[in-house]
C-alpha cells in the first residue's frame, strides 16, 4: 500500500480519538477540529470530564459517543468511514498498578486490541497511538532512544503499553496498517488532570504550608507541554511515511522533582515545609531518571516552544483557574 | 527476597507445569518426575496428547488436571503450596495467527496474567516461561543477543510472548517475584507436534514422491533438541540468581530450510519434487533468519549435545513411529 499520506492532514478527513474527553485527547481533538476535520470522539468518562468536550461541542464537525473501548459491539461500526484513528484512550494511572494487576492490561492491551479489530474490520489503515516512556523500564542508556536496548518492565502500566505497541505493529506487518507510535514523556498543561504538579497542588491548595513529597525530591524527569506534543504529531505525520513510525516525544532537557516543586512553590507564592517519603523512587517500579532522546522527531523539524519550567507554570495556572479538576480525584 | 535458589532443583519440591500434555511441556515434567519431585501438571488438550500423560502418570508423585488458562476459578486453588511454576502452554501456531488475531493475546498473554494473578494469591514466588525468538521480529543483529536493540513486531504470536514477558517482569518488580525468561528458537525432538518438520513429514508418508515447501527454502532457522533445550532450563535456574533472568536458547549453527528437507529425505530413503511457494518468507510474519546468540547460556558452562541435523533426525524418528500424531492435526 502507499503509505505516502502527505495529504493526510491536510485534506478534510474523519478522524476516529479514543479518550477524546481525556486531557491530550481533548487537546488534540481541538486542534484537529480547528483545522477543519470532521471528529468522532470516544470516551467513557472513566478519567476524562464532559467539561473538555465544551469546545469541541460547539463544532457541528463533531460528533461525541460515550462508550468503553471494551464495548466492541458499540465500538466497531463507529470506525466505518474514518481515515484514521487517533488511539489516546489508557489508564495512566502509572503509580497504583499493583492495586489493581488487570487493570493496564485491560485497558491499554486489551483496549488496543479491539481498536485494532475495528479497525481491520472497517478497513482503517492508520492508527497514531499514545505510547510512554515507562515502557523503557529503567533505562540503561540517556538520553534514551527509540532503538535502545530492549528493556526490563517495571510497571504494570508500562508492561501493557509495550504490549499495546507489539500488537501494533504485528498488524501493520499482518493486515497492511500503518502506525504511528508515539512515547511520550509525562505531558503537562491545560486539562492535566493527573501526576506529580495535581498531586502537589492538590496539597497545596488544602494547605499551603505542607507538601508532601514521595521519595527523596532528586528523581530526575522530563516534561513536555500538551501543545507542542501535538505539534509533533502532526508533524510526524505529515513528513514521515513508514509502515511503523515509532518517535520518543519529550524535551532535551530534565529537571528534579525538587525543582518542579519550588517552581510550583514560587508560582503560588508560598513557602511551605517539605516532607519526603524517602527513597529514590516515589513508588515501587517508578523510574528514578527520564530523560529521552527526541533527535529522531527534531530532525523533521520539530522545536518545543515551552521549557520544563513554562510547561509547569502553565500547568499550575490551569489547575489554580480549574480546581474543579482536583475534586474530582 | 533471597534469590539464592541452589537448593530449587536439587530438593524435593512441588512444581506447576502448564502445558503439561504438550511438546515440551511432557518432557520437561518427565525429567522432573525422573528427579523425585512432586509434580501438578494441567493442560486443556487444546494441543496437547493424553499420551504424552503415559510416563508420568505411573509416577505417584504426579497429578494431573484438566483444565484451561483461562479458568482463573479452577487454576487458582491449585497453585496453593507449589515451590515454582514452569509456564510452557502456549498457542504456538505463529503461521495462523492472522486467522484468529484474538487467539495469541488471549492464549499467550492473558492466560500468563491469570497464571501470575494465581501465583501472587498464593505466594508462588519463581517462574519459568517459555518465550520465543520470534519476540525479536526481523532482528537487526545476528546472532541475536538477549539485549539487542528494541525489536519490532512481525507476528500476533511474537506480540503475546513478548507482552507476557513485559507481564512477568513487571510482576516480578512489582510483587517481589523471580523468574526464568527463556526465547526458544524452534524446538525438535520426541513428541514434537507443529512446525516445519510435521509439515514435510506429513505430506512425505501421505506421498513420499512430492515435498512442498512455503518460501523459496532459502530461510535460515536455528533448532534445538528439546533435551538440551531442558537441560539449559536446569542449569540455569540452579546458577543464576538475579530478580529477572533472561537466556536465548537455540544452536550456535543454523541451517536452511533446504538442508532440513534433505535430512529429512535422506533420512526417509526418498527423492521428491520439490515445489516451492516462493518468495523469502514462508508467511505473512515469518522471519527468514532466526539465529540467537547463546554465549549467556554457554557461559554456565552448557553445550547443547545435538546438532541440528541429529535434531532433525531424531524428530523424523519420533514422527515415523508415531504417525498417530499427524494424524491428529
Redesign the interface.
Known sequence: MDFSNKQLMEDTLRYFITGCAGFIGSNLMDRLLQQGHEVIGYDNFSTGFKQFLQNAEKNPKFTFIEGDLLDREKLTPLLKGCDAVFHIAANADIRF??EH??KD?EQN??AT?NV??AM?INNVKRIAFASTSAMY?EAKEFPTP???????????Y???K??A???I???C???GMQSYIFRFVSILGERYSHGHVFDFCKQLFTNPKKLHILGNGKQRKSYLYVQDCIDAIFLAMENTHDK?NIFNLGFDKYCEINDSANWICEQLDIKPELSYSGGDRGW??DNPFVFLDCSRMRALGWTPKFSIQDSIIQTVKFLKDNQWVLNQR
Open positions: 498498578g499493583r494487576p488487570f492490561l492491551a486489551i486490541y485494532l479489530e481491520r523500564g527509540e532503538d535502545t536496548t530492549l528493556p526490563i518492565q517495571t510497571s504494570l508500562g508492561a501493557s509495550l504490549a505497541e507489539g500488537l505493529q504485528a498488524y506487518e499482518g493486515f511503523i515501587v517500579g
